[in-house]
Nanobody
Framework: QVQLVESGGGLVQAGGSLRLSCSAP????????VAWYRHAPGKQRVLVAT???????NCADSVKGRFTISRDAAKNTVYLQMNSLKPEDTAVYYC??????????????WGQGTQVTVSS
């Protein structure tokens, strides 16, 4: 079932920008890291960017310098700002939130994905 909600995808020309949003309908506790993945048809799902509950961020080499991951705790939302988009960025983008409860139970939430299409 859909546990997170992604939005902001669409069709954009190469060199353009999009901002993706990942929101939890309700409060989700015990989350340690939120990640953006993307999955292009016929290709393996790849990790794009991560942000920890402490605010540390990392991006894949393929998007470093172009994409930025950030969060707004008050809005319970994580963003992926995508600039200088290239056709090879075309994919379905998924948000993933993971953590562990105080009792040791693993949490693993996913959204339904949002389509990003970059034309040349």
């Amino acid at each position: 079932q859909v546990q997170l909600v992604e939005s902001g995808g669409g069709l954009v020309q190469a060199g353009g920008s999009l901002r993706l949003s990942c929101s939890a309908p309700g409060s989700i506790g015990y989350i340690n890291v939120v990640a953006w993945y993307r999955h292009a048809p016929g290709k393996q799902r790849v990790l794009v960017a991560t942000i920890t509950n402490g605010g540390s961020t990392n991006c894949a080499d393929s998007v470093k310098g172009r994409f930025t991951i950030s969060r707004d705790a008050a809005k319970n939302t994580v963003y992926l700002q995508m600039n200088s988009l290239k056709p090879e960025d075309t994919a379905v983008y998924y948000c993933n939130a993971m953590g562990t409860t105080a009792w040791g139970r693993i949490l693993d939430y996913w959204g339904q994905g949002t389509q990003v299409t970059v034309s040349s």
